[in-house]
Structures are given as C-alpha cells and as structure tokens.
C-alpha cells in the first residue's frame, strides 16, 4: 500500500458516513424540515388572514365612511327641515299676529263708529235741546198778546190763499 493508505478503512468511513447522514436525515432533517413547513404554513395563513382582514377594514372604512357622508346629508337635511319648520312657524306666529291685529284694529275702529254715533247722537239732542231753549226763550221775548194775534191772522191767511203750511205738505208751491 502506497502511502499507507488503506481503501478498506476508506469505505468503512464512507460507510459510517452514510449511515450517519441517513440517521441524521431521519432523526433530524425530516422532523426539521416537517416543522419548518408547518410553521411557514401557519405564517402564511396567518398573513392569508391579515390580507382578508385588512380587505374587511378597507370594506368596513368604505361602509363607515358612507354612512358618515349620509349622516352628514341627513343632518343637513334635518337642519334644513328645521329651518324650515322654524321660518313656517315664525309666519304661522306673524299671521296669527296680523290676524289679531287686524281684529284689534276692527274691533277699535268699530267701537270709535260707535262713540262717533253716540257722541252725534247726544250732540244732536244737545243740539236740538239748545233750538228748543232759544226758541223758547226767543218765543217767551217776543210773545206778546198783539204778535200772536198778528201770527194767527197772517196764518190764516195763507190758508185762504193756498199759502198755508198744509198746502206745502201736499206739494203745491206757494
């Protein structure tokens, strides 16, 4: 043997050595590599998961940010409807106050047609009391015997000739 070199321990070792990698590959690379696909499964399930929940929060975001936009028409809507229902209120208030007024103004004016009437109708007994009184007074002044014989005959007269106060009641003009 040439450099002392010995082909049986050669193969013994190589022997050896396959056995030792085919221990090893059933002890250990194939428990290894069982647990190296397992935990890179759950790895990608679990970003499978982060992937269809982040797709459900894109989702819910849109939804949620919908519904603001709507609640942000309605809210204007409702504002607007009481606006609405305040300025119809305020015109319902502001006709029924006209609507007072106006009969408060009716109802015054009314009443002063009344006292004008009253107040007309007592000047004119006042009135027709004041003719009374100087009639009376301008009769008593000038009553005398010799006047009122005067009145009658002239009064007479004016009968005989169509003249009298009875002729002016039946219409025939003196």
Request: charged content about 35%.
């Amino acid at each position: 043997m040439p450099l002392n070199i010995d082909f049986v321990q050669i193969l013994l070792h190589m022997l050896n050595f396959v056995i030792l990698a085919g221990g090893l590959t059933l002890l250990l690379y194939k428990p290894v590599c069982k647990f190296l696909d397992e935990r890179q499964n759950h790895f990608d399930a679990l970003a499978r998961e982060n992937e269809e929940k982040a797709r459900e929060n894109e989702a819910l975001k849109a939804e949620y940010e919908e519904k603001l936009a709507n609640a942000e028409q309605e809210s204007a809507a409702l504002k607007q409807k009481a606006e609405t229902e305040a300025a119809e209120t305020a015109r319902s208030a502001l006709d029924s106050a006209r609507e007072k007024a106006s009969a408060i103004i009716a109802a015054a004016e009314k009443e002063a047609e009344e006292r004008k009437e009253h107040i007309m109708e007592s000047a004119q007994t006042e009135i027709g009391e004041l003719v009374v009184e100087a009639a009376q007074k301008l009769v008593n002044e000038t009553a005398t015997p010799e006047r009122s014989i005067a009145l009658y005959d002239e009064f007479i007269r004016e009968l005989e000739a169509g003249k009298g106060p009875t002729a002016k009641r039946n219409g025939k003009k003196s």
